[in-house]
C-alpha cells in the first residue's frame, strides 16, 4: 500500500518564525525610507510569499528592491528568529514511527527553509524540504504542490497538507489534497473555514486524530 503522506508548511505551522520574519523586514522597510509598523501589525505577512506582501507595502516599483534587502537581512539574523511549536517534535515522531512519509512545502525560499529544518534537528523527520526558488518560481502554493507531487509521484488521495494560512488550503485543494487548517499559526478558524480546511487543529497534538480521519 502506498505511505500515507503529509506535506507541512512551514511558518505559523512547524514553527513560530514572526520575529525572524517581522524583524527583517522592518529593517527593510526602514532602509527603504517608508514608515515602519510594529510587529503586532505585519502579522498578516507570515505565510504568503514575501514578494506579494511588500507589494502591497511599498507599491510595485519598488517591490523587488526592497526584497533583496529583505533576504539580505534575514540571511544575516532572521533565519535565527524562530520557535517550534510545542509539541510539533512529537507529533513528527509520531507520525514518522507510524510509517507516514513526511515533506515541508512552504512559500519560503527554499534555501531560507532548509536552513531552518537543518539546525533545528528536523531534517531527521522529512525526507525533503520543498519552497520557493531564488527566481520567484514555486512560490505559489498551487504551483508548488503541483510540483511536489510531481516529484514525490505521491498519491493525493493518500495525502494531506497541514497549514495556518489560505494559501495553504487553496493551493492544497486545487490538487486534490485535504487540508488541516492549523489555529494555533497566524490565519485563524474564519480564513481556513472559508477556504474550505477538511478540519481544524487547535493544536499539534489535535493533527494525529484529524489526520486519523482523513487518511485512514
Known sequence: MTARTAFFDLDGTLIDSKPGITGALRYALAEMGETVPCADDLDWVIGPPMIESLRKLVGEARAAAAQKVYRARYAEVGLAGNRVYDGMADVLQRLQAEGWALYVATSKLRAFARQIIGHLG?????????????????????????????ETRVDPARAVMIGDRRHDVIGARANGLPTIGALWGYGGTRELEEAGAAVLARAPADVLPALATLVG
Do not use: P
Open 122 to 150: 528536523f531534517d531527521r523527520f522529512f525526507r525533503e524540504v520543498y519552497g520557493a526558488e531564488a527566481d520567484g518560481s514555486l512560490m505559489h502554493k498551487t504551483e508548488l504542490l503541483a510540483h511536489v507531487l510531481r
